[in-house]
């Protein structure tokens, strides 16, 4: 199958490189030319600009920083809206807002392309490992195609709705529990250390219970250790995940009391010069400090 | 091992009746007697007072309602002080607060019985069994004595560290942990449940990713469909430890703003009239009646 | 003076009437022209447009119900910017974003304009009555012509700050205060009703203590006596410059947990279908809901 | 009238000195002795215990510094319960717990005492100038004997209600409604201040419109100077407060998010090495740190 794949950071690479190896004919491009070299190697075509990489493909994959750069390489000069042919199918992997996918939606559309989105939950080392998780909504017809492709990519692709916002939705909601997460680990190490009890230690007992997902093990550890650099998920990055969640959640008219409180968390971690070198789980240090149990570097 | 036991709630039971099963000589006492009968027939003796199940025992067992009762089966007339012998190991399991596990560290020390405070994650079926974690705290040489016991009881014993109270207070993080996933969950299936997506999907969608925990799976059940009875573990239980948190993070002066607003839903939830006969996971009907999306029924 | 006047609600009406009643030759426009009609038998002129109105006018005032209102009346299709001679006064009242009024700020700057952000605290008697408080800030140039006009408007003219958008967020600062007013007056009014004190009673004596304030007074009888229609400041416009707020502070890296409260009690109050037609002191039922002190109507 | 005081604090000192100059006959006791001497000057006779200078007396006044105290006055070894004779009247004006006015209220009730809560909005210049407001509840045929005497001792006598404890929580609520004052202002001088608004210029300005009250201007000055000391109502006692509250809530099952949030930023303060020689606006500090807006010193 022909594809187009605009954005290669950690997470695009790693996924252009498996659909490459998956044997398509994969046209990349990047903003920044450098980083489309190693798929250059990897068997990849190099595009000029997202039309280009769009011209004569099947499918589109985007996966870019926010919503901006998605409405920018969509539909901005040379964008892939100019090159793509009526009937292809563009899938948007980027964890953008709900409303920017709803506009997607309605121009694409119009304009006679098709849309999905696909959102994934997972780091690049588990995009390389073809172990991501995927949520993927969008009219059926449009999921026929997208679907056996994306099972290509991750070790479950989970069908949300019809309505391609949802697949956005669903990750927004995934990354604000795991922000709950992470300030529930900074309450509660800040509270053990007082009383006496390494955090360290309460992290390992308490993920030896019921708590034993991931996110406990992962998180508990950072948050025990006090050590947010270097970042796996910036700040910044989780930061805006968060408005776009209460954005969304705005919008359909329900109180987010949680992520209103993290919202506040991200803003006074920033104040205090916390910032896009850390980890997004940083935030807990503001529930450290309130205990009083802040480690002094 | 003689040992005593007090308190045949449905946890209780389970325990004592594993304790019989691994050959020690049990000598049990519950406030309303009927519920010793199942233990007599197991093998056990059933005593007339907390003092006599106590007395000539090596270890006592307590696993109570509540601080209070606590206090009157330990310290009351006819309790366990009055009849255990010098020298003799208390372990207490119930849930219970820092400050009265503290108060009984210091009399039991006075008076010269030992003292463990071991707290147990799991329910009823858990114990039964043997499947409990526990979290076990206390002087070296009275763990040295518990241990072995409580390891027949659970599948793992974590020892949190020389301060009987520190496992009840990892007990009620333990708890703290559990009320803000339900705060999540009810959050979480609220927005999606407004933007048209069936919660219990939603729940289906995340807890396949890393939020593979049984909390979310449980709760999540409970919450995507409202059904909150019959209770798991009730509501006035659940509220009950969240005071026990709040006053334990107090004493020691910790700000948790997550228990903070637990604190507030339980409130509220109870004003709705929620209340013994509900699963505490109710807390969550906040959430979704601010959603909008509380089932009528 | 030649004065433009753009915007004849019940506020943008009382301000211009006095502004005629001062003796200058008004020219009023209004999207619906028969709001304009009470001001032609006062003296003024009415315009076809913002660009007729403000066509050789030395100040145009603007009084406009959002962003959008304003940015359309500026800068739409015979917009003022289109009709304005320059080194004309544009003098903003309404209550909108510190981002937006950032916005005018630049673009007037650069076309050659004068502009001053005068925002006002009092409602249409207030107005008629020439008794608001007004916020005026913008260059020393530009409120050396504004402040002398200003003062014909109300009791007393705050000069706040050099640049205009400052004018603007003391407004939104002052709307932040009266909503925690109102939360307040909701809290404590479900508390002492449940402990069998009346509300309005409550409200009595705690206003003849050093509570004195009007705001005070007028949320808490509203607020004891649960009749929050009609609407003195309706809901949804709350609402707006609470989310207006909680930009603001968003943009300068501020957490307002206070605001953060309110944004979630107004998504609240609305999913129980409380709206336009309702004073936004109704987000107060949420609090009076939790107490179980809501009047059943 | 024989009127018997306990407890010379600085407001206690000035209201019994207020006694005194009315030409009662007022027995004091202080527990430490030294500051009864200028009760003794002014005229009264200085008795050795809360009993003695009950004896004989038609009313007795307490005014101490906690629930424990009045306590311990009024039930332990020579307290007042021991001396008072039958049918005479206390009048309690300290800020207690709901529930301690509950306790007392049946134990003399019981006894065959009369009770009155008189709790009192002002600082001890007030009381001395007997321009207190005072709030009083109570049965009526004690109302009857405390109102007379209450009118000499400030500009405005409330009567709350039957329950003495009604009293008790309209202080609290005032409390309350002062605490969440001290936030409000912290959060919008924090947001001011970062937007180039000299904070104490923002209070200037807002104080001249409607949130002319004294707790605005006075709490204003103080939070936008940083100038916590010296403590006009002294840290702990806010927070002693505040803790008073919530218990209150909690019983009548009202959940009060302000006060909850306002119980964090307590703890978070103390956390930050503030205490007893601060005002209790400090808690301000929290918001101004997290704007990034905390003076160094």
């Known amino acids: 199958m022909q594809i187009g794949f605009i954005g290669l950071g950690s997470m695009g690479a790693a996924i252009a490189t498996n659909l490459v190896k998956s044997g398509h004919d994969v046209h990349v ?25 769009a011209h004569s493909a099947d499918v589109v994959f985007t996966m870019v920083a926010d919503d901006a750069a998605l409405a920018s390489v969509t539909f901005g000069e040379a964008g892939i809206a100019a090159g793509l042919k009526p009937g292809a199918l563009h899938i948007s992997m980027s964890t953008i807002g709900v409303a ?33 998780f995927i949520m993927a909504a969008g009219a059926d017809e449009h999921l026929k195609i997208a679907v056996p492709l994306l099972e290509q990519l991750g070790q479950s692709v989970g069908i949300v709705g019809a309505d391609p916002s949802q697949a956005n939705l669903v990750k927004l909601i995934g990354n604000f529990m795991l922000s709950v997460i992470i300030e529930t680990l900074g309450e509660a190490c800040g509270v053990a250390g007082k009383a006496g009890i390494d955090p360290m230690h309460l992290v390992e007992l308490l993920t030896s219970t019921s708590f034993n997902a991931p996110p406990y093990k992962i998180y508990g550890a950072l948050i025990a250790s006090q050590r947010f650099q270097p970042a796996g998920f ?64």
């Open 234 to 297: 910036s700040l910044p990055l989780g930061q805006k995940d968060n408005r776009l969640m209460l954005a969304a959640a705005d919008a359909l008219g329900v109180p987010l009391p949680l992520a209103s409180l993290v919202h506040d968390r991200f803003l006074a971690v920033r104040s205090r010069g916390i910032g896009a070198e850390h980890d997004w789980s940083a935030v807990a240090l503001c529930a450290l400090a309130e205990a009083g149990m802040e480690k002094q570097v």
């Open 29 to 53: 491009f990047n903003r920044s030319p450098a980083r489309a070299e190693p798929l250059r190697k990897a068997g990849a075509t190099v595009a000029a600009s997202p039309a280009q990489a």
């Open 100 to 132: 920017t996918a709803q506009d997607l939606t309605a121009r694409h559309r119009e304009a006679g392309f098709g849309f999905v989105s696909a959102t994934v939950f997972g780091r690049p080392d588990a995009a390389a490992a073809r172990k991501l």
